[in-house]
């Protein structure tokens, strides 16, 4: 008999996390996901619950944990910017001693770790699109700070637990992703312009909607986290030693750039009922001004690229928020 694999998804009842552990589960593994319900929901992961193949832990990351796993997907953090700045020092706690308790797992047990990291790793880009070798340009003491230098020092533990002890951690900068399990309440721009189109509310665009973003659909990205941890390691290694990189780290995002005002006009399309109308709200502190992923790296290292156009993508997200309402 061959003995499933295991797999831990910490942030397993967020919005990617619940998405991973179904297709880990539909893959063979046996997955345990932890989560300490700050901004996930079990509603996400209900049907998963009964499954013999899933366990949940409640359990805060920023806590050792101890198990036997042949792979550990490291996603717990809020994601949100208004739950991140509801909650800026449990928000680095989270990314940096998260990352620690995780590598040291890893460490222990010799697991094989994929970290998830952001575009916000930019910061407010001033190269465009975004390459793995743009440092970025980033506040280090400004309302994003708490998240975007969490997930900067969680980059660098990865790098450094990899150089000096020799973990295996393999990372993704992951760009803005969306799909159905976002909470209604979630805060991030295409939650809040469906919701608001479903309920007839004003659409709020910060600043004059002139800034872009590059949308992800969430299977393309789980694809793609699936396909770099079935990678061996020389392989990475080679790949991170061609391209000069310091660490295994790749963008994974949708290259297809929107302003946000476009994408409230798709939203308004796509749900042709709705009698809400664009407003203009003033522009958050340090809201990035355009993103887009340069996705080369990850083309050639996983022969991927993103399938789920946004017109696409955006049908199946409304689709869920009206079962929801
Ligand atoms: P999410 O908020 O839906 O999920 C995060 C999960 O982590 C939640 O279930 C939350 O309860 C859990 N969590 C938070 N702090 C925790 C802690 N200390 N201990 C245990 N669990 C904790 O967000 P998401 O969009 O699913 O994001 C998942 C990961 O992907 C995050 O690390 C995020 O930074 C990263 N990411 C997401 C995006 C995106 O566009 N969705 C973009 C870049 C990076
Ligand atoms: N945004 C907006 N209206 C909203 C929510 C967000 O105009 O109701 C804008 C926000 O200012 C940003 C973009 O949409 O420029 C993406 O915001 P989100 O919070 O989804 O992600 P991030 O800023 O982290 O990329």
């Known amino acids: 008999m061959v003995l499933a694999k295991k797999a831990l998804v910490t942030g397993a009842a967020g919005f990617l996390g619940s998405h991973l552990c179904r297709r880990l589960i539909a893959d063979g593994y046996e997955v345990t996901g932890l989560d300490n319900l700050f901004t996930g929901t079990k509603s996400n992961i209900y049907d998963l619950l009964g499954n013999h193949r899933f366990s949940f832990v409640l359990h805060d990351v920023t806590q050792p944990f101890w198990g036997q796993f042949d792979e ?9 910017p ?12 989270s990314s940096v001693l998260g990352m620690m308790n995780m590598l040291d797992l890893a460490l222990k047990t010799k697991a094989r770790l994929l970290h998830t990291s ?3 790793v930019y910061g407010d880009p001033l190269v465009h699109p975004q390459v793995e070798t743009y440092w970025g340009n980033v506040n280090t003491i400004g309302i994003r700070s708490c998240y975007d230098e ?14 000096e002890y020799g973990v295996d951690a393999r990372m993704v900068r992951i760009f803005n992703t969306y799909g159905p399990n976002m909470h209604p309440k ?3 721009v295409i939650s809040n312009f469906i919701m608001q189109a479903l309920s007839n509310e004003d659409i709020t665009l910060f600043g004059d909607g002139s800034q872009t973003r590059s949308f992800q659909y969430c299977d393309d990205l789980v694809e793609a986290f699936r396909r770099y941890m079935t990678l061996d390691r020389d392989v990475i290694d080679a790949f991170v030693a061609r391209h000069g990189l ?3 780290v790749i963008n994974t995002g949708n290259p297809g750039e929107y302003t946000i005002k476009q994408l409230a006009e798709e939203t308004l399309r796509q749900i042709p009922e709705s009698t809400s109308k664009l407003v203009y709200a ?3 502190k340090d809201d ?3 993103r887009k992923p340069d996705i080369t790296l990850a083309k050639e290292l996983l022969g991927w690229e993103p399938k789920v156009p946004l017109r696409e993508g955006l049908a199946k997200t409304i689709e869920y928020f009206r079962r929801l309402a």
Request: charged fraction near 30%; hydrophobic fraction near 25%.
């Open 72 to 80: 550990i997907y490291n996603l717990a953090c809020p994601a949100s």
């Open 82 to 93: 208004i739950h991140y700045q509801k909650n800026p020092v449990e928000t680095i706690k």
């Open 118 to 120: 952001t575009s916000e």
């Open 150 to 163: 969490g997930k900067r020092c969680a980059e660098t533990l990865c790098a450094d637990y990899r150089r």
């Open 186 to 188: 979630d805060g991030r």
């Open 246 to 248: 310091g660490a295994a």
């Open 282 to 284: 003033p522009l958050p």
């Open 288 to 290: 990035p001004k355009r």
